[in-house]
C-alpha cells in the first residue's frame, strides 16, 4: 500500500510502498477513502523536522535533556547511533480519516467488515491507503454521510470537546480567537447548539466563513479598547495557533466577569495576572477529543468509560459530531478549500505550507471503495509471502544445514533499529526479513539495513524456511507466544527481555523449546560483559548488591502499562535479577521485594522503586536496589560482590576491580562495554553451530525469581520461586494488580 510518510532528519515527505498493516486484538483495519490534513499540528511537524539539530533540541527541550542525560550515563558513542537512528526513520503523518472496515481483530468492539467508519488518533489515522485504529477510536458513519465529511470527524470532536469545557448553553455567547478549521468547526458546533458566536481572526478570509455559519465576525486588528464585544463572552475557545500572548490577552478582554476560557490550539500562556485576577476567569485547557485521550486502557486496550459516569468520551464525540452532519447542522464541505488524490499528497502539503488561504485540506484515495481486502502484501522489492501455517519444525531444515546467516527479525522500534540489528549485522548475519505491525517502521528498517523484504504480519517471517536465526524485538506482552511460535517452527530465537510477563507465558515458552530442541537466547547482555565474565569466577557463595539509578519514565509510557510492558519489576528488573542469578551460579529458592511508585497514580505492580533480594541454594544472597527517583550523579549501575576472600567492584561496566586479601587488580577503563557485541557473536555462533546456546533453564530460573519479586511486591511477603504459584498466594490476581 502507499502511505505518506516524512523523514524525522529533514522533514522531507515520501509517498512510500509499505507492507498493508495487520489488526492485532481490539483493532481493526480501515481502507480509507478521505483523509483531513491539520494545518496546525502537521505543519509544526513538517517545520520541526526541517530544523537542524540545534533547532530541533530548541523545539523539544524535554527529549534534548534526555539525550544529554544518556550521554552522560550510557555514552556518547552509544547515544549518537541511537539518534542517528531515530533521524533515519519514517514518521507518519495524519490524524483524521473515514474509509471502510477491512478486516476486524479479535476483541474489536462491534465493527465487522464493510462498516463505514470516521477514525482518529496521531499514529493511527494516517494519510495511508489502510490504517489500523483501536476500536473505541472509531465511530460508524451515518447514511448520508459521505467520506469527505466524516473525514473531518477528528478535528470535530476537538471542536466538540472545546465547546464542551466551555460548559456554554443555549443563548450563551461564545467568543471563538481563531477562525482555521477548528475555529470554524467551533463556530458552527456553537451555533448548532444554539450559541451567539463572535469570531475574531487576524486575516480577512476566514471572517467571510464564519459569517456564513451565522457568526458575527471582525479582524482582530479592529478590536481595539472598549470595542462593544469587550466583556460579553459567557465563554471563550481560543482556537489559534500563535507564538505570541496576543489571544489569550484578547481573550481575557473578551470574557465576562467569572467566565471560562478554553484553550484548544497552541498558543503562549504567559497569563497577565490582572485581567484574569479582576475576572476571576477560569483558565481551563481542552485535551484533544474529549475523555479517554492519552489513556491506554482507553485508547490501546477498549476500556470504555461508563456513560453514567463519563458522558461524552473522544469516540461519543466523534459520533456526536457526525450526528450534526447527517442532520445536516454542520457542513464540513463547505470548508474544503483544496482537493488532492493520495497521489498528489506532495502538492497538498505544499498547499498547507504556502501563503494562500487554506482551511480544510482533503485528500482522496481513488478506487478505495471499489476494492476488497488488500492482500497481506509485503513492501516491493521481494518475493511473495508464502501461503499456509507455520512449518512444523520436522519440515523445516535446521540451522545448521546453511550458513546459519540469514536473518529474520520482528519488530522495528527503537531499540530493534538502533542496537539489535546494527549488532547482529556487524556480527555477521545477513538481513533478510523484517516484520513489524507498523508496515512503515518495517519499510524504514528495510531501507536503513538492506533487508530484502518488509512485512506487516509477523505470520510472514514465521512461514518462511530459509531463515536461520528468528530476533524478537515487539512489545512485552508478545514476546512469549512469538517466540513459541518460532520455537515450534524448529528455528532459533533470540528474545528480547522479558522472556514472559506471567507464569502461562513461561510454560508456553518452555514446553514449545522441548518440543522443538531449537535453540534458545534471551537478550540478558549484561552476563557477557568483559567485566561480568571476570566477576563470574570468583568463588561462592556470595553476598551481592545492584544499584540501579534508572530515572523516571513518563506515567503513560508503554512500559508502565501492565498488559503490553509488564511495569519495571517485570519489564526492567528481569535484566538485574537475571544478572544476578548469572552471578550465583546456583538456584534462586526465594524472593522478598518492597517498593513504592514515583507517582500516585501508577499502581503497586508499576512501582518504579523497589529493593528486592533474592536467596539461593548455596547461601548466597543477592539485592536489587532500583530507583526512578534518585539523582544519576553517583552513576546508572553498579554492581558489588563479595565471597570467601574476595570483594569486587563494576561501576556502569566501565571500571571495576577485584580484591583478594590486600591486593588489588583493577578491572576495564573508560569505554562503557555492556556486554551486546559479545552476545551478538555468541548468537552468530550458536546460528551457524559453532557453539552451544546457554542452557534454557537459566533464563527459566531468572524469569521465574522476576515473577516471584512481582508477586511479593504485591503480597507483601517472600514468595518461593516456582513454575507455579501456590492457589491462593496471589496467583488469581489479575495482570493489571486488582484482584
Given at each position: ?23 492485532g ?6 481502507r ?13 511537524t ?7 539539530l ?56 462491534e ?22 485504529v483501536?476500536?473505541l ?14 473525514a ?9 470537546n ?39 481572526d ?6 467571510e ?15 481595539d ?39 484548544v ?84 502539503f ?24 488488500a492482500p ?31 536473518l529474520?527479525?520482528i ?29 512503515l ?29 528468528i530476533?524478537?524485538?515487539t ?6 507466544e ?20 506471567d ?42 548488591a ?33 544478572f ?8 534462586p ?17 508499576a ?5 528486592v ?14 530507583a ?10 553498579r ?42 557473536e ?54 493489571d494488580?486488582?484482584?
Amino acid at each position: 500500500m502507499r502511505q505518506v510518510a516524512r523523514r524525522l532528519k529533514d522533514g522531507r515527505l515520501e509517498l512510500a510502498e509499505v507492507p498493508d498493516p495487520a489488526p492485532g486484538p481490539g483493532t481493526v483495519s480501515v481502507r480509507l477513502e478521505a483523509s483531513v490534513l491539520s494545518a496546525g499540528t502537521e505543519r509544526a511537524t513538517l517545520e520541526i523536522g526541517r530544523k537542524g539539530l540545534v533547532g530541533k533540541a530548541r523545539a523539544r527541550p524535554e527529549q534534548a535533556r534526555q539525550v544529554l542525560e544518556r550521554m552522560r550515563t550510557e555514552g556518547v558513542r552509544s547515544t549518537l547511533e541511537l539518534v542517528r537512528s531515530r533521524l533515519e526513520e519514517l514518521g507518519p503523518l495524519g490524524y483524521s480519516a473515514a474509509g471502510t472496515v477491512l478486516e476486524a481483530g479479535p476483541g474489536a468492539r462491534e465493527l465487522t467488515p464493510g462498516d463505514r467508519v470516521a477514525i482518529a488518533g496521531g499514529g493511527f489515522a494516517g494519510h495511508a491507503e489502510v490504517d489500523v485504529v483501536p476500536s473505541l477510536l472509531c465511530a460508524r458513519v451515518p447514511e448520508g454521510v459521505d467520506a469527505e465529511e466524516a473525514a473531518f470527524a477528528t478535528v470535530g470532536a476537538i471542536a466538540i470537546n472545546g465547546f464542551r469545557r466551555g460548559e456554554a448553553e443555549v443563548g450563551s455567547t461564545v467568543a471563538v480567537v481563531g477562525l482555521g478549521l477548528i475555529g470554524q468547526l467551533a463556530v458552527r458546533v456553537a451555533r448548532a447548539a444554539g450559541c451567539r458566536v463572535l469570531g475574531v481572526d487576524p486575516k480577512p478570509e476566514p471572517l467571510e466563513l464564519a459569517r456564513r455559519a451565522g457568526a458575527e465576525a471582525m479582524l482582530r486588528s479592529e478590536l481595539d479598547e472598549g470595542f462593544r464585544w469587550e466583556g460579553t463572552a459567557d465563554a471563550v475557545l481560543v482556537c489559534a495557533a500563535a507564538r505570541s500572548n496576543d489571544p489569550i490577552l484578547l481573550a481575557a478582554r473578551l470574557a465576562r466577569d467569572r467566565a471560562p476560557v478554553v484553550v484548544v490550539g497552541n498558543v503562549a500562556m504567559e497569563l497577565p495576572r490582572v485581567p484574569f485576577y479582576e475576572k476571576e476567569l477560569d483558565l481551563r485547557l481542552a485535551r484533544s477529543y474529549g475523555p479517554g485521550r492519552y489513556d491506554p486502557s482507553y485508547e490501546l486496550h477498549g476500556l470504555d468509560y461508563p456513560i453514567g459516569y463519563v458522558r461524552w468520551t473522544e469516540q461519543r464525540n466523534l459520533s456526536a459530531f457526525l450526528s450534526l452532519v447527517a442532520e445536516g447542522k454542520i457542513r464540513p464541505s463547505e470548508l474544503i478549500t483544496h482537493r488532492f488524490p493520495l497521489g498528489e499528497a506532495e502538492r497538498a502539503f505544499e498547499a498547507l505550507e504556502s501563503e494562500e488561504t487554506v482551511v480544510g485540506i482533503v485528500l482522496s484515495y481513488p478506487g478505495a471503495e471499489d476494492e476488497g481486502p488488500a492482500p497481506a502484501a509485503a513492501s516491493r522489492r521481494e518475493a511473495p509471502a508464502q501461503p499456509g501455517t507455520v512449518s512444523p519444525a520436522a519440515k523445516r531444515p535446521q540451522a545448521g544445514l546453511r550458513d546459519g546467516r540469514r536473518l529474520g527479525v520482528i519488530g522495528a522500534g527503537s531499540f530493534a533499529t538502533g542496537t539489535l540489528i546494527p549488532g547482529l549485522v556487524r556480527a555477521g548475519f545477513e538481513p533478510v526479513a523484517v516484520a513489524s505491525a507498523s508496515g512503515l517502521s518495517a519499510e524504514s528498517a528495510r531501507r536503513r539495513f538492506g533487508f530484502e523484504t518488509a512485512h506487516a504480519r509477523a505470520e510472514e517471517i514465521l512461514s518462511r524456511d530459509d531463515l536461520d536465526l528468528i530476533a524478537i524485538a515487539t512489545r512485552h506482552d508478545s514476546h512469549a507466544e512469538l517466540v513459541a511460535r518460532a520455537l515450534d517452527a524448529g528455528l532459533a530465537v533470540y528474545v528480547e527481555k522479558p522472556l514472559a510477563l506471567d507464569w502461562d507465558q513461561l510454560a508456553l515458552v518452555r514446553d514449545a523449546q522441548l518440543r522443538s530442541g531449537a535453540s534458545l537466547l534471551v537478550g540478558f547482555n549484561r552476563r557477557y560483559a568483559p567485566l561480568a565474565v571476570e566477576l563470574r569466577r570468583l568463588p561462592r557463595p556470595r553476598l551481592m548488591a545492584y544499584r540501579v539509578n534508572a530515572g523516571r519514565l513518563g506515567r503513560d509510557h508503554w512500559l508502565n502499562d501492565l498488559a503490553q510492558g509488564g511495569g519495571r519489576v517485570k519489564g526492567e528488573g528481569c535484566h538485574f535479577i537475571d544478572f544476578i542469578c548469572d552471578q550465583e551460579g546456583s538456584d534462586p529458592l526465594s524472593v522478598i521485594a518492597h517498593g513504592f511508585p514515583s507517582e500516585p497514580e501508577l499502581p503497586l505492580a508499576a512501582t518504579d522503586n523497589f529493593s528486592v533480594q533474592i536467596t539461593f541454594a548455596d547461601g548466597g544472597v543477592g539485592t536489587v536496589h532500583y530507583a526512578a527517583d534518585a539523582p544519576r550523579g553517583p552513576g546508572k549501575e553498579r554492581f558489588e560482590t563479595s565471597a570467601p576472600g574476595a570483594y569486587a567492584v563494576i561501576e556502569d561496566f566501565r571500571s571495576g576491580g577485584v580484591w583478594k586479601g590486600r591486593r588489588k587488580r583493577r578491572l576495564g577503563g573508560r569505554r562503557q562495554d555492556k556486554g551486546f557485541s559479545s552476545h551478538f557473536e555468541l548468537i552468530r555462533d550458536v546460528a551457524r553451530g559453532k557453539a552451544e546456546p546457554p542452557a534454557p533453564e537459566s533464563f527459566y530460573l531468572s524469569t521465574l525469581a522476576t515473577l516471584a519479586a512481582a508477586r511479593s511486591l504485591e503480597t507483601g511477603r517472600s514468595e518461593m520461586v516456582t513454575e507455579h504459584p501456590e492457589p491462593g498466594s496471589g496467583d488469581a490476581r489479575s495482570r493489571d494488580g486488582s484482584d
